[in-house]
């Protein structure tokens, strides 16, 4: 095979599953021979550094493009000649603005583009329109990957060409993680030796429904007299989430904040749970399962793949308030079935989602393209 040189570009709003992503396939083609740069598009007027700090720290080749207003053609010409001088065969785009000073970029340097759909989050009117115009110019891609069959249909429809798609499901990294000073960590952030622990994880943004979580914990407080809700994430929403939660007077909801320790974090959770209205497959969950820990989730997009219901955790239809609630109450009434779906859930990621498999498949489609 011969060496592929490719540009992974994002601009990014923050340190999350898409990020996790790129930065694990980045790492993965350099292991295999391969050259692979991280391009951050970094916005003046939104400034965000996470990706690039992450990446740096991590060893990984990454180069910032400055972008000062919506459409900066000085940063076009930045991405195009980092392009020609590295000869770049692809640009592998992630997002929308990515996707469309990639694919100028790629037509005036004659480069293949790909892009990787990992979904959309509908956060604003803006965000909206600019996702909607994106998948106006996603047919004029060289190829697609969405991380689900349901991305895979809802592009379908939009007249994406079902040949110019394939589904690369994600992956990530199974390390041991370190649970040696878990003591310490819950203290650290409020949470009792004896406290049971419920815990979402994620951007604090419309799509992922944070409100219906603190419903949830809202119902559970009542019924355990030590109990603690860890919302793991930043977010636009966290004031409102954070006035929301102090009206329900829930002392006992605890927002944590971005962390870098999250795997950590998760250890000293019991249940971890999902309520997003939409989701890919979201690196988040595949994390607390290779963790062993057992799952409540909304049945929604991606996620139907990878929990199985009764058996690596629950899956509940969206608005259903009453089943949420009941499933993680037996779950938190029952610590041998958690060790069980634990246990489950761990062997079911490493069977099918680990990060070699997703270099390798991300691999055949580089070649693919460039033959």
Same mark, same amino acid.
């Given at each position: 095979m011969k060496k592929i040189n490719i540009l992974h570009l994002r601009k990014s709003a923050g340190f999350f599953g898409a990020e996790k992503v790129i930065m694990s396939l980045s790492r993965g083609l350099i292991e295999q021979g391969h050259n692979s740069w991280i391009g951050c598009i970094y916005d003046r007027r939104s400034p965000e550094m996470s990706l690039s700090?992450? @990446? *740096? #720290? @991590?060893g990984l080749p990454t180069i910032t493009f !400055?972008?000062?207003?919506v459409? $900066?053609?000085?940063?076009l010409w930045r991405i195009y000649q980092f392009v020609k001088n590295q000869r770049i065969d692809i640009i592998h785009t992630h997002g929308f603005k990515a996707d469309i000073y990639g694919w100028i970029v790629a037509k005036l340097a004659k480069k293949e583009i790909i892009a990787t759909k990992h979904g959309w989050t509908?956060?604003?009117?803006? !965000?909206?329109f600019w996702e909607n115009a994106d998948v106006l110019l996603l047919p004029w891609f060289d190829k697609i990957i /969405? /991380?689900?069959?349901?991305? %895979? *249909? $809802?592009l379908s429809k939009n007249n994406v060409a079902m040949k110019k798609m394939a589904v690369i499901q994600n992956g990530i990294e199974i390390e041991q993680s #370190? *649970?040696?000073r878990l003591d310490m960590l819950k203290k650290s952030i409020g949470i009792s030796k004896n406290d049971l622990v419920v815990g979402i994880i994620g951007r604090l943004s419309i799509e992922k429904n944070h409100?219906?979580? !603190?419903? /949830?914990? *809202?119902?559970?407080?009542?019924i355990f007299p030590s109990i603690k809700f860890l919302i793991v994430g930043n977010g636009s929403l966290r004031e409102e989430l954070e &006035?929301?939660? &102090?009206?329900? %007077?829930?002392?006992n909801v605890i927002f944590t904040g971005y962390r870098s320790d999250v795997k950590q974090i998760m250890c000293a959770m019991d249940v971890v749970v999902s309520t997003s209205l939409r989701e890919g497959v979201p690196i988040a969950l595949l994390e607390a399962m290779s963790v062993k820990k057992t799952i409540v989730a909304t049945a929604v997009g991606g996620v139907q793949k990878i929990i199985i219901h009764g058996k690596t955790g629950f899956l509940v239809p969206l608005n259903r308030l009453e089943e949420f609630t009941q499933y993680v109450k037996k779950l938190l009434d029952d610590k041998n079935l958690r060790k069980s779906f634990g246990e489950n859930a761990f062997q079911f990621l490493e069977k099918n989602y680990s990060y070699q498999s997703m270099v390798s498949e991300y691999l055949s489609i580089y070649c693919e393209v460039t033959a």
């Open positions: 700090l992450q @990446a *740096n #720290e @991590a !400055i972008c000062r207003s459409f $900066d053609p000085l940063t509908h956060s604003s009117s803006r !965000i909206r /969405v /991380v689900s069959e349901q991305l %895979k *249909n $809802d #370190e *649970n040696s409100r219906f979580f !603190i419903d /949830v914990a *809202n119902r559970l407080t009542s &006035k929301y939660a &102090k009206s329900l %007077k829930l002392s």
